[in-house]
């Protein structure tokens, strides 16, 4: 449920609209002022991926000497994060750690999300899971009544790809074959396009449940704990 007490505005002329980056760089600002009472000297942070967590890691830069270091959902964000100088960890060396802070394709009221776009899907699923907090910062074009818009992605070991798609057309999607795209494990990727989801951990139960399926982009038995929506008013905060 939206928290109205919770509501930062932005100073800006509230005559013009804020671009899409222009929200995202808020909402990535939201997410460092929400982490850094969390900080610590022997802390380690879950990281994703994506053009929201980009400007995520490069505002995390300044805090680098403030935590040990990070623990990246792909490759593409473990090499940014090195470029900054942080210094990154291998999940199994960690255990749990206090937060992960991630994107979206969508999120719904109940902090239910569609992930994946970026293809790092199972990477993030298995960091969000050592996680004791999600906090999920997206623009306001992510926020949806019902998930199913934005294509489902669904990572699949290669040689299973066939008959997962056929699994999935029984359920009443549309899947699409991401060509060319193989992810950080190895596998491909399916989009489900006409696939609006009516109970979405329902959804992610069935669709875990198909043989060749590696992971599916709905994240909603563990959703976030706290979603940054970056609105032209301001960076709600949803619970
Ligand atoms: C990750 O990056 C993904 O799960 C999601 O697909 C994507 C969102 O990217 P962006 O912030 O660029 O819209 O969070």
């Known amino acids: ?39 610590g000297r022997d802390i380690v942070i879950g990281v994703g991926t994506g053009s929201t967590a980009d400007r995520f890691i ?13 623990v990246a959902s792909s490759e593409a964000s473990a090499e940014r994060l090195k470029g900054h100088g942080i210094d990154l960890f291998d999940l199994n060396e960690v255990g749990t750690m206090p937060v992960y802070v991630d994107g979206a394709d ?13 293809a790092a899907l199972t990477r993030e699923k298995i960091v969000a899971a ?16 019902r998930l199913g818009d934005f294509p489902l992605p669904v990572e699949v070991i290669p040689m299973a790809r066939s008959y997962v798609a056929r699994e999935l057309v029984k359920l009443g ?4 074959y991401r060509q060319g795209v193989v992810t950080d494990n190895g596998n491909q990727i399916l989009d489900c396009y006409e ?5 979405p951990v329902a959804m ?34 949803l619970t």
């Open 130 to 145: 050592c996680s004791e907090r999600f906090i999920c910062i997206a623009d306001a074009s992510k926020k949806v009544e």
């Open 58 to 70: 490069d505002r995390l830069a300044a805090l680098r000497g403030d935590f040990r270091g990070a």
């Open 1 to 39: 449920a939206y928290n109205g007490a919770a509501f930062t505005s932005f100073p800006h002329d509230s005559e013009q609209d804020m671009t899409q980056d222009e929200l995202k760089d808020a909402v990535a600002a939201a997410a460092i002022d929400e982490i850094r009472p969390l900080l």
């Open 204 to 237: 992610e139960a069935r669709l875990n449940a198909i043989v060749g399926v590696v992971t599916n982009g709905l994240f909603a038995a563990r959703g976030a704990d706290l979603l940054l929506l970056g609105t032209d008013q301001g960076v709600q905060r």
């Open 195 to 199: 696939f609006m989801i009516d109970d």
């Open 173 to 176: 999607a549309d899947p699409v």
């Open 106 to 118: 969508e999120v719904n009221a109940h902090l239910h999300m569609i992930k994946g776009g970026g």
